[in-house]
């Protein structure tokens, strides 16, 4: 029988009830880094995905790269994403954490005047968002040969915090110009040591994260998340397709819970340059497709065996119930860009259901 959106699927050892997702979307709703009352209560409302993955957490003080934006490396990180995991689970949900480092998408503002930190002392273009708004990124830090292996343990630590807290995974945010996927591709990365170079050596950090992460919680609890043509903060590789065919093979063979693409750049665009297929067929276990899918695109995907789950991202953050809204072909909500990053609960946890009379 042909797969659709709504066949279940198994995922780190869940029975999943549908294969839609819900993509980590960054709200800012963290004032004091904790996740709280209201952020549980956005997740809750969500939770008749198949799967859920935070909003990206910071792993240490210096991977903030934005305002109010949660961490994960405390014990009131624990205390407050517990609400989170409570309140899905009550709702039969599954919820990873998104583990985050920016590297070099920060800025001093946020470390007490420190320079953020990087593979290489290479400045990205643009602007950092910060609590007194946009100032242009600075150029990094190049990390120390000796402080990777210090990163690598923050990863770890942030793992035991989200299975501490009660999720049941987490997921490497290896993606978006942060700060995994800036040791990846060789526009950021011009390290000279064992970090750097080949592709071997670009890949090793992220290697290295998902070792570490994977004995302390579970290779079966541990997702991957890559963005092989998204140019979002300034980053890009000369050989994208190779670069991360590379990636996905080296991270097969190791029992993922899952591997996540974003397939399209940060404006919804595709490009020719890389040919996600080969990476899915590079990749041993589950893939999650992301970017401008809809309901018909994603049943095709999955019935073609071209993705095995689909991750939505603004149709998510606007429709809490998209699952249902999917299957009675039900409108959507359209998103309020206005209320995307900080605030209340507006625009965050007042879309509405629909109505079942
Ligand atoms: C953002 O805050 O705009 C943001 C954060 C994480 C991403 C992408 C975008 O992966």
């Given at each position: 029988?042909?797969?659709?959106?709504?066949?279940?699927?198994e995922?780190?050892?869940?029975?999943?009830?549908?294969?839609?997702?819900?993509?980590?979307?960054?709200?800012?709703?963290?004032?004091?880094?904790?996740?709280?009352?209201?952020?549980?209560?956005?997740?809750?409302?969500?939770?008749?995905?198949?799967l859920?993955?935070?909003?990206?957490?910071?792993?240490?003080?210096?991977a903030?790269?934005?305002?109010?934006?949660?961490?994960?490396?405390?014990?009131?990180?624990?205390?407050?994403?517990?609400?989170?995991?409570?309140?899905?689970?009550?709702?039969?949900g599954?919820?990873?954490?998104?583990?985050?480092?920016?590297?070099?998408?920060?800025?001093?503002?946020?470390?007490?005047?420190a320079?953020?930190?990087?593979?290489?002392?290479?400045?990205?273009?643009?602007?950092?968002?910060?609590?007194?708004?946009?100032?242009?990124?600075?150029?990094?830090?190049?990390?120390?040969?000796?402080?990777?292996?210090?990163?690598?343990?923050?990863?770890?630590?942030?793992?035991?915090?989200?299975?501490?807290?009660?999720?049941?995974?987490?997921?490497?945010?290896?993606?978006?110009?942060?700060?995994?996927?800036?040791?990846?591709?060789?526009?950021?990365?011009?390290?000279?040591?064992?970090?750097?170079?080949?592709?071997?050596?670009?890949?090793?950090?992220?290697?290295?994260?998902?070792?570490?992460?994977?004995?302390?919680i579970?290779?079966?609890?541990?997702?991957?998340?890559?963005?092989?043509?998204?140019?979002?903060?300034?980053?890009?590789?000369?050989?994208?397709?190779?670069?991360?065919?590379?990636?996905?093979?080296?991270?097969?063979?190791?029992?993922?819970?899952?591997?996540?693409?974003?397939?399209?750049?940060?404006?919804?665009?595709?490009?020719?340059?890389?040919?996600?297929?080969?990476?899915?067929?590079?990749?041993?276990?589950?893939?999650?497709?992301?970017?401008g899918?809809?309901?018909?695109?994603?049943?095709?995907?999955?019935?073609?065996?071209?993705?095995?789950?689909i991750?939505?991202?603004?149709?998510?953050?606007?429709?809490?119930?998209?699952?249902?809204?999917?299957?009675?072909?039900?409108?959507?909500?359209?998103?309020?860009?206005?209320?995307?990053?900080?605030?209340?609960?507006?625009?965050?946890?007042?879309?509405?259901?629909?109505?079942?009379?």
């Amino acid at each position: 029988m042909s797969k659709d959106l709504f066949s279940t699927i198994e995922v780190a050892g869940h029975l999943l009830s549908n294969r839609m997702v819900m993509a980590p979307m960054t709200r800012n709703r963290a004032p004091d880094t904790n996740a709280n009352a209201m952020i549980a209560e956005h997740y809750a409302q969500r939770a008749s995905a198949g799967l859920i993955i935070t909003e990206g957490t910071q792993i240490s003080e210096l991977a903030v790269g934005y305002p109010a934006t949660p961490g994960m490396f405390t014990q009131a990180h624990v205390d407050g994403w517990k609400l989170a995991t409570d309140a899905v689970h009550n709702k039969n949900g599954q919820i990873f954490a998104q583990l985050w480092h920016c590297g070099r998408i920060s800025h001093p503002d946020f470390h007490d005047g420190a320079l953020p930190v990087a593979p290489s002392a290479i400045a990205a273009a643009g602007d950092a968002f910060t609590y007194e708004g946009l100032k242009p990124f600075v150029t990094p830090r190049a990390l120390e040969l000796s402080e990777i292996s210090t990163i690598v343990e923050q990863y770890r630590h942030a793992a035991a915090c989200a299975r501490d807290a009660g999720f049941d995974g987490v997921e490497i945010h290896a993606a978006n110009g942060y700060l995994i996927d800036q040791f990846i591709r060789d526009s950021s990365n011009q390290r000279t040591d064992q970090y750097g170079g080949s592709l071997e050596n670009r890949s090793r950090f992220l290697l290295e994260v998902v070792e570490a992460v994977g004995n302390e919680i579970g290779f079966d609890k541990v997702g991957v998340r890559l963005s092989p043509v998204n140019a979002f903060n300034d980053i890009s590789d000369s050989d994208p397709q190779n670069t991360f065919n590379d990636v996905a093979t080296a991270l097969s063979g190791s029992g993922l819970a899952y591997l996540h693409v974003v397939e399209v750049d940060m404006t919804g665009a595709t490009n020719p340059d890389v040919d996600m297929q080969q990476l899915r067929d590079r990749f041993d276990g589950v893939y999650i497709a992301n970017g401008g899918y809809d309901k018909n695109r994603g049943n095709e995907a999955i019935a073609t065996g071209r993705a095995d789950l689909i991750a939505y991202g603004i149709p998510y953050l606007a429709n809490p119930d998209l699952p249902e809204r999917f299957s009675v072909d039900a409108p959507l909500n359209q998103a309020d860009q206005a209320t995307f990053y900080g605030g209340d609960e507006h625009g965050y946890n007042d879309y509405p259901v629909l109505e079942t009379a």
